[in-house]
């Protein structure tokens, strides 16, 4: 019994094996068919014409098994679609063996025929044909689920994705999954026996059932996420310590079978509380193909997902710029692999450094820029004031400079929520990079100087880049806790860095030059849910505990999309709107900037906030040693 369970869970029999079964089976159809009806009348027929008969069929019907490919399955995994192929073929070689025949009497009369026995021949070979499928799977599952080490699993959804999963699963060795009910909010499904198992409502009773059938882990079916997240589902699943799995929908399938690529562990990503983000990927495309695209920070979290999105609508040339070699590399590496005819050149390099990016401008021309590096940690940047500015608004400026030198197309700044109302170094830095973009934009067009449009994107936390929340969560969780949470009350907007980077692409294509684009974030969440709702996803909520460590210097309790005196206009894109800011003049700007840069290197911290201040007057300092600057500025203005 052991051996013969070894044999079907690792084992699969060759594909002459499967046409040599085939064969015999179809031999022992005529014999015992002969043999049964040789005992109602007489059957005048040879041996030797006997043989022939059966000849002819092992020879259609052989070609009948080659053309419609019944023996290419492997026999424990047969589906519907595979019984259906044998019947189609059987029907094939049993027609053309029935026309020779034919033909072959009616020129030489060398062969009995008996049609009833020809029937009965057909339907006993395609009896024992399917046969030999089904047992061959059901006596696969039997000994697995009887001697494995199975585990047990409901489906939730009883429609055409949840049926598929179930079936997929049975008899799928890698997974080693028994589906033992499904669970469905559909009423006329309640208490009715789907694949052998028992459907169960949304009801008291359904964690009862789970308890005692010892189901530890549901597949939920894709389009049954969304619904589990907006319920009280999803917490009562997490309560009770049942972790949850979905797969991708039918439509991405890679084949009939779930594959480990194709189902996964729901993450925390997948349960925040966000709708579906709809992209004109046909518009990015027609944007962005042939074309000179530069990605600065290119190996950082959103830069090296731009590239990896770009790279897909087969622009001429990528230009990635990073100060960091290692990721830079690797980035590279990546690119030569799954994009072999995108040609890349990277460069190594700072761009506060004017001669080394108009060196790099020179040489590749770019059409497209996506400007993605900067530095983007509060706390650091609160302690490291002349690199924020050096980076984020000098480098900047260089590059929105040799833009406009270069003849450039498109040149899109990512920023953030933070340049709203900033309270930190980071936030303020990058509201100065926005004026100058926004400013420079506006002067080159009232003086026709040149046509490059600028576009600027903000949004939120993205989910899972270097250094948030939910990786520093996760590692704190895998070594045991304690979970360290900011503040009790702290909230933020998250989004996941593919949509992220969607939106930035789309609106680089749909931007005209000047637009600050605001991204729909959806719901803020607390970031206190946040740690709880992974403790219980990684099923050790009794063990790990939750720290308060307090607000970090420049840290809000909230982040904002759009101040109070900015307000936005729709795109046709729901979740991309374009705001109203106050608009600077460049000159002015340009001087301010210049003044703040060159005190930047006399690394004077305060004197550098207190420029910063003066050209952003809503910068506010919170739990910070720069609000002795407000509190100044303050009995100065009374």
């Known amino acids: 019994m052991k051996f013969l369970k070894n044999f079907l869970a690792k084992r699969v029999l060759s594909r002459s094996a499967v046409l040599l079964l085939d064969i015999l089976i179809l031999i022992s159809s005529v014999f015992i068919t002969y043999l049964l009806w040789s005992n109602v009348e007489t059957i005048s027929i040879s041996i030797h014409q006997l043989i022939v008969f059966v000849s002819l069929l092992i020879l259609f019907n052989v070609v009948a098994f080659f053309f419609f490919k019944t023996f290419s399955g492997i026999l424990r995994f047969s589906s519907f679609s595979d019984l259906l192929k044998i019947i189609l073929a059987l029907t094939t070689g049993y027609t053309l063996t029935f026309l020779f025949i034919k033909v072959l009497n009616f020129s030489h009369g060398v062969l009995p025929f008996n049609i009833q026995v020809f029937v009965l021949v057909y339907i006993l070979n395609a009896v024992l044909m399917v046969f030999s499928r089904v047992i061959v799977k059901e006596t696969y599952e039997l000994l697995i689920n009887q001697h494995g080490n199975t585990l047990k699993v409901f489906v939730y959804g009883t429609k055409q994705t949840g049926i598929r999963i179930a079936k997929s699963l049975k008899g799928n060795n890698e997974f080693n999954f028994r589906v033992k009910g499904f669970i469905s909010d559909e009423t006329h499904m309640i208490g009715k026996n789907v694949l052998g198992v028992k459907v169960y409502g949304v009801n008291e009773d359904l ?22 997240k907006d319920s009280h589902l999803l917490d009562k699943f997490l309560e009770n310590s049942i972790s949850l799995m979905t797969t991708l929908p039918l439509s991405e399938w890679e084949s009939d079978k779930i594959t480990k690529n194709q189902l996964k562990e729901i993450q925390i990503e997948d349960l925040l509380p966000r709708k579906q983000i709809n992209i004109n990927m046909r518009g990015i495309a027609s944007n962005l193909e042939g074309k000179r695209v530069m990605i600065t920070g290119a190996a950082g979290s959103i830069g090296s997902e731009i590239v990896r999105q770009v790279a897909a609508f087969n622009p001429y040339l990528l230009i990635l710029i990073d100060q960091a070699e290692t990721p830079l590399h690797s980035l590279r590496l990546e690119i030569r692999d799954k994009w072999k005819e995108v040609r890349a050149l990277t460069f190594v390099a700072d761009i506060a450094n004017f001669t080394r990016l108009e060196n ?17 940690h509060v706390p650091m940047m609160e302690e490291n004031v002349s690199e924020a500015i050096q980076t984020n608004i000098q480098g900047t400026k260089n590059l929105a400079d040799l833009a406009v030198k270069y003849h450039s197309k498109k040149f899109v700044m990512i920023s953030t929520d933070k340049a709203v109302n900033p309270t930190n170094v980071m936030g303020c830095s990058k509201r100065i990079a926005e004026i100058y973009v926004h400013s420079l934009s506006k002067y ?10 600028f576009i600027t994107t903000r949004f939120g936390n993205v989910l899972g880049s270097n250094g948030s929340v939910i990786p520093l969560f996760r590692e704190q969780i895998r070594k045991g ?4 949470v900011t503040h009790p009350d702290i909230i933020r907007y998250f989004m996941t860095i593919s949509e992220a980077c969607q939106l930035v692409l789309e609106a680089g294509s749909i931007g005209k030059g000047g637009e600050i684009f605001i991204f729909d974030m959806g719901d803020p969440v607390k970031i206190l849910d946040l740690a709880k709702r992974m403790i219980r996803l990684s099923g050790a909520q009794s063990n790990i505990k939750i720290e308060f460590s307090g607000l970090r210097h420049g840290e809000k309790l909230y982040e904002e999309l759009l101040s109070s005196s900015e307000h936005t206009k729709p795109t046709y894109n729901d979740k991309i709107m374009v705001a109203n800011v106050r608009e600077y003049e460049y000159k002015d700007v340009t001087k301010l900037i210049s003044e703040l840069v060159e005190n930047s290197f006399c690394y004077d911290d305060m004197e550098s906030v207190a420029l910063m201040k003066a050209l952003v007057p809503e910068f506010k300092s919170v739990n910070s040693p720069y609000e002795s600057i407000d509190k100044k500025n303050n009995i100065l203005q009374m």
């Open 360 to 376: 790099i401008f020179n040489e590749s021309k770019p059409d497209y820029i996506f400007h993605a590096a900067a530095y983007k």
């Open 207 to 228: 964690f009862r059932t789970l308890e005692q059938k010892e189901i530890k882990r549901i597949i939920v079916s894709p389009h049954k996420l969304q619904e589990i």
């Open 444 to 453: 080159i067009n009232d003086k026709n100087i040149s046509s490059v449009q």
């Open 481 to 484: 806790g304690p979970v360290t």
